[in-house]
């Protein structure tokens, strides 16, 4: 008997039948837990930059193009570790089931995300965008005065030590 | 004199063991010793470079010591110094020793490799990589290429990422143009590997159909990716180290945040300990059920090798289940995990492991009933119990040979004291014992799973907040499928500041020529593969168009459509 | 009579000759499903890839000019051969042509002996290792070749005219040899060591490319039907004095020509591969054991 145990293989082939998927024509395996590419929600998405500081692949990256901030998802870097929709503040991004993404055209696997821009009230360069100047507003309960919002970080600093400037010296700023 | 060190012994010393390896270092080299301190489990002895080898050449013959890795670190921005960190463990009482060496640049430190055999590769890594010198030992380069410039050692903080990055391409540029040609292809061809189709090159010296001598030539595909890491952020570096290698990346997933979280000291919350074991586990069991399958292809019998894979498929299912993904899980934060599981997974977890004890109970019986299978494994590819202490090794290959080296067991990390589970040990040293020591290992790890899913505790997975510190050390290890990994990180503001990643192939490569020696060549590449070998692999061709002055990386597949295209 | 037979013999081998592919297809099939797999597509897929090869440039490999000539040379004697074994098959009766016979096994034996001279000519030191391993194995395995079709045949046709327990015990032993020789002969698992590790040393496949390849794995296909064949013969003999052997036999002979050859690949597929020392030393017991009975039976009996 044992010396033909080894035909006990037959019985478990019976048993199992095919294991392998004529994959294309039938559908993959792929739990409901799966994470393919992600998508952003334009709505949602206020171009914080959260998720680029994270993408560890740095698949998401973010930029100005003229008078526009654009965030742009490159699905060729993405590695799909949902760290993005991990830290997003406004649940704009979600991590879908999609994994066939395979194309003859390089631009199939670019996303953009584009933003309209705040200009500065000083100096006149655009330095974010207009949903994100709104969301700050409305999560501070508009307690920073308006025209500190739309002033960038630069012209910002320059202003404080006006400021302060003038406090202790007493000279006018203007 | 030795009154006051007593008492400072009693202090540190966390066994007997430890007790007689300090008293000895300290009665030799008393005067060198700059510092002495512990917390938890590490004990870590500041020495002077010119006494470290007469401290180790009094303890290297203590039992159940071994090295387990060295990381050399430039600390000059801060010290003005190279250090080196010596890391040896103590099995029995769950110590780690760790020798901090302060070397100043262009000072040479004594080679302990004759001592520590295993420590071979560590120095020459050390020396290509940040240009530390050692006395009494033949260098040569090891980790980079023939062709790297001499005196541009790549770990030095001064150099940086982007520089490296170019490196390459202006060389393959004036190689096309010394040839005279417009377009060149440049397809690298092999050195792979005869069973995993991986980039490694094995020199076998043969005699009749019989072994007489090998040599192993390695790192062809040597990544840089601990240079990498140092620009990236704490949490972003988990993600990297998962894709160091493409079957067991959790382990170094978790082996990098119990660095961090050791070296910051973090505490993490139970649960968090609860899933990251349950998923080294799972992981574990595909490693082991593709390990058998990739085996018994070797061995010819494809059927068992096929069977092994449709077994193991249930795994890779489980595994995205609790994970998101079937492989590279990506869970693995610095403070905890980011995905939980949820209860009504564990039912489904429980049915799949109970139709794999089942299963896999019927193939590894079917498969060592197949008369070529137990006559090949038995007896070949022998490692004595006394070379694989030598060697330091790890995993299955050195309990294999009569070691019971488990860091689970050993230095207990995650959730692993709360189970009871047995480590397989077989004495005979050979192929077949290395194979039963992973058969044995799957049904432990079943139960393992089991223990783990019944007593997961409720509360957060992640640690709230954790503050960064710079320059604390900090090692993480993992019992991974093929033996132990141990990560060292010293830690930045934003970052590790250097994170030094041992992989238990590193180890247990340098075993395999003397594994070799005198097997049939048949039975070579089964050989080689028993210790489970773990690559890279990611070799690319590169076109260069001299016209354009453009380099563009492509696979392979692509160039043989343009070549088919233009002919 | 003589030359409906041979008539007949060349009608009946040329639709064989079309054959083993199919029969390896099947084979594939089988295989496939005992891994719990699809397998190929259709059952001709040997057939497909056997055109595909035919339509790829003649690629000569390195100082294997006379190699390339080998194996055509291999491929015609082993379609001679199969004429031969249906010549046989055709006409087994109990007045049995002893030339035939023996020159049957000439003809299989001077087809394996070109097949070796083949790989044995290639430069690629890689693929003489795996010539040498089969060198090694058909010595050995030949002795038991001849022995087994002689001797199967032989007490197959006796067992009809006077039976005795003994001759019908010696007549399945001889059958055993028979089939154990041609199992190795058809150089399937376990005893396919000579094209064992691709990257470490392999018989002429790794050699050989295109047109070449093809006619190579036809005539090794053609040699393992060939062989299946034999067995076939040496079980249907004693029932051709009780049977008609053209109408009855015949056809049986066939459809158990290719239940051998699927039952090999289905052995194959339960197995690992030996190793060469391990293969020559248990197949050296085995034919040893077997012989040793066989004499001692012939001796007391016959």
């Not at chain 2, 159909?209 to 840089?224: I, Q, S, T």
């Not at chain 2, 119990?385 to 290959?397: D, F, I, K, N």
Request: with cysteine.
């Amino acid at each position: 008997m044992r010396m033909v145990k080894f035909l006990k293989m037959l019985s478990i082939s019976v048993r199992e039948g095919t294991a392998t998927r004529k994959y294309p024509f039938e559908s993959p395996l792929v739990t409901p837990e799966f994470r393919g590419k992600i998508e952003v929600d334009p709505v949602k998405c206020v171009g914080c930059g959260a998720c680029t500081r994270i993408c560890p692949p740095k698949a998401l990256t973010i930029g100005n193009e003229g008078d526009e901030i654009v965030l742009k998802y490159f699905e060729g870097r993405c590695i799909f570790c949902g760290m993005c929709a991990y830290v997003c503040p406004q649940k704009a991004i979600t991590v879908s089931k999609e994994f066939e993404l395979a194309t003859w055209e390089l631009g199939d696997l670019y996303d953009e995300v584009v933003h309209t821009t705040v200009k500065c009230r000083i100096c006149g360069k655009p330095f974010t965008t207009v949903k994100f100047v709104k969301e700050v507003e409305k999560r501070i309960d508009n307690k920073v005065p308006e025209d500190l919002l739309t002033v960038c970080p630069e012209c910002r600093k320059k202003l404080t030590a006006r400021k302060i400037g003038s406090k202790v010296v007493g000279v006018s700023g203007e | 004199m030795s009154h006051d060190y007593s008492k400072l012994i009693d202090e540190l010393s966390r066994g007997h063991r430890s007790r007689a390896i300090l008293s000895k270092i300290l009665e030799v080299c008393g005067d060198s010793v700059l510092d002495l301190s512990r917390r938890n489990i590490i004990i870590k002895i500041v020495i002077k470079a010119n006494c470290l080898r007469t401290a180790l050449e009094n303890i290297y013959k203590e039992h159940d010591l071994y090295l387990r890795t060295i990381a050399a670190s430039d600390e000059r921005s801060r010290e003005g110094l190279f250090k080196l960190y010596y890391v040896f463990g103590i099995d029995s009482e769950g110590t780690n020793l760790v020798f901090e060496v302060p070397v100043a640049e262009g000072a040479k430190v004594d080679t302990i490799s004759d001592l520590f055999r295993a420590s071979d590769w560590y120095e020459l890594e050390a020396h290509d990589l940040l240009g530390i010198e050692f006395n009494g030992r033949q260098m040569s380069r090891l980790v980079l290429p023939e062709d790297w410039p001499e005196n541009l050692y790549p770990l030095r903080k001064e150099v940086s990422v982007e520089e490296l990055k170019k490196m390459y391409q202006p060389q393959l540029i004036s190689r096309v143009s010394e040839l005279g040609v417009e377009e060149v292809v440049r397809i690298p061809v092999g050195p792979y590997h005869p069973a995993l189709h991986e980039p490694e090159y094995f020199e076998l010296y043969v005699r009749g159909e019989k072994v007489v001598d090998a040599r192993y030539v390695g790192f062809m595909v040597h990544r840089g990716i601990e240079k990498l890491a140092e620009s990236m952020k704490y949490d972003q570096v988990p993600f990297l180290a998962e894709r160091i290698c493409g079957i067991c990346g959790f382990v170094h997933s978790t082996s990098y945040v119990q660095a961090v979280e050791d070296a910051l000291g973090i505490e993490v919350p139970e649960r968090a300990h609860f899933i990251r074991s349950i998923v080294l586990e799972v992981e574990r069991l595909h490693s082991h059920l593709l390990w058998l399958g990739v085996a018994l292809h070797l061995l010819g019998y494809d059927t068992g090798f096929m069977h092994a894979w449709r077994i193991r498929e249930k795994v890779m299912v489980l595994a995205e289940l609790l994970t998101g993904s079937r492989k590279t899980y990506g869970i693995d934060l610095v403070g905890g995990v980011k995905k939980d599981i949820d209860k009504d997974k564990i039912p489904r977890i429980k049915e799949t492991l109970n139709v794999l004890r089942k299963e896999f109970k019927e193939l590894v019986d079917v498969a060592m009933s197949v008369p070529q299978v137990k006559a090949r494994l038995t007896g070949t590819g022998v490692l004595p119990r006394g070379e694989a202490r030598a060697y330091s090794l790890v995993g299955p290959t050195v309990r294999g040979s009569g070691i019971a080296r488990d860091v689970r067991k050993d230095y207990t990390y995650a959730a692993y004291h709360y189970v009871s589970f047995k480590v397989p040990v077989y004495t005979e040293g050979d192929n077949l014992a290395r194979t039963l020591v992973r058969v044995d290992e799957v049904f432990e790890s079943i139960s393992i799973i089991e223990q783990l899913v019944d007593m997961m505790p409720g509360g957060p997975i992640k640690a709230e907040r954790w503050e960064p510190q710079p320059m604390r050390l900090g090692i993480g290890a993992v019992e991974a499928p093929r033996g132990e990994v141990i990560h060292v990180v010293l830690t930045d503001l934003y970052g590790p500041y250097r994170w030094r990643v041992r992989a238990p192939t590193y180890q247990n490569l340098q075993a395999v020529p003397i594994m070799l020696k005198g097997v049939d060549l048949a039975d070579a590449p089964l050989t080689i593969a028993s210790i489970d070998p773990c690559f890279s692999c990611t070799d690319r061709a590169v076109i260069i168009n001299l016209r354009s002055g453009s380099v563009k990386t492509l696979p392979i597949e692509v160039i043989s459509r343009r070549v088919r295209e233009n002919g | 009579m003589e030359a409906l037979t041979i008539l007949l013999s060349l009608l009946f081998t040329s639709i064989l000759a079309f054959l083993p592919p199919l029969l390896d297809g099947i084979e594939r099939k089988v295989r496939a499903k005992i891994q719990s797999r699809f397998g190929p597509p259709t059952f001709l897929q040997t057939w497909y890839d056997l055109l595909k090869l035919g339509v790829k440039e003649l690629k000569i490999p390195l100082s294997g000019e006379s190699a390339a000539f080998l194996v055509m040379l291999s491929l015609i004697i082993t379609l001679i051969s199969l004429y031969a074994v249906v010549y046989v098959a055709l006409t087994l009766s109990t007045s049995i042509d002893f030339i035939v016979l023996a020159m049957l096994l000439v003809l299989v034996a001077a087809s394996h002996s070109l097949g070796l001279v083949a790989s044995a000519t290639t430069s690629n030191p890689f693929a003489l290792i795996g010539s040498y391993r089969s060198i090694l194995l058909t010595i050995l395995n030949e002795l038991g070749l001849v022995v087994g079709s002689v001797l199967s045949i032989l007490l197959g046709l006796r067992l009809v005219t006077n039976y005795s327990i003994l001759t019908l015990a010696t007549y399945l032993l001889s059958l055993a040899v028979l089939v154990v020789a041609t199992y190795v002969s058809s150089g399937r698992l376990p005893f396919d060591i000579h094209e064992a590790e691709p990257e470490l040393a392999s018989g002429t496949i790794i050699e050989f490319s295109g047109k070449i390849l093809g006619f190579y794995i036809y005539s090794h296909l053609l040699t393992r039907y060939v062989l299946s064949l034999l067995v076939a013969v040496a079980i249907s003999t004693p029932f051709t004095a009780v049977f008609s052997p053209l109408p009855a036999v015949f056809p049986a002979t066939l459809l158990l020509s290719a239940c051998v050859y699927l039952a090999y690949g289905v052995v194959a597929t339960l197995l690992g591969r030996t190793r060469v020392d391990i293969g020559v030393r248990t197949l050296f017991m085995y034919y040893l054991l077997v012989l040793t009975v066989l004499v001692i039976f012939t001796w007391i009996g016959i």
